[in-house]
């Protein structure tokens, strides 16, 4: 079963990652500030995201 636990962090990371670009992408191309505020929030939140979930793989895979 942990196997597949850590299958599905390494996926969840790696979702993780294309949502932060998308999300940059997206923000680069608003011209409205409060649209880029929600996404620098959104984008803050993923990126915390990510880091739970390497620390979940870590101490899965240790």
């Given at each position: 079963?942990?196997?597949?636990?850590?299958?599905?962090?390494?996926?969840?990371?790696?979702?993780?990652?294309?949502?932060?670009?998308?999300?940059?992408?997206?923000?680069?191309?608003a011209?409205n500030?409060?649209?880029?505020?929600?996404?620098?929030?959104?984008?803050?939140?993923?990126?915390?995201?990510?880091?739970?979930?390497?620390?979940?793989?870590?101490?899965?895979?240790?």
């Amino acid at each position: 079963m942990s196997r597949k636990i850590i299958e599905s962090a390494r996926q969840a990371i790696s979702a993780e990652l294309e949502l932060q670009d998308c999300y940059r992408r997206m923000k680069n191309q608003a011209t409205n500030p409060k649209v880029r505020a929600i996404l620098h929030d959104l984008l803050l939140m993923e990126e915390m995201n990510e880091v739970l979930l390497r620390s979940l793989n870590k101490n899965l895979t240790a």
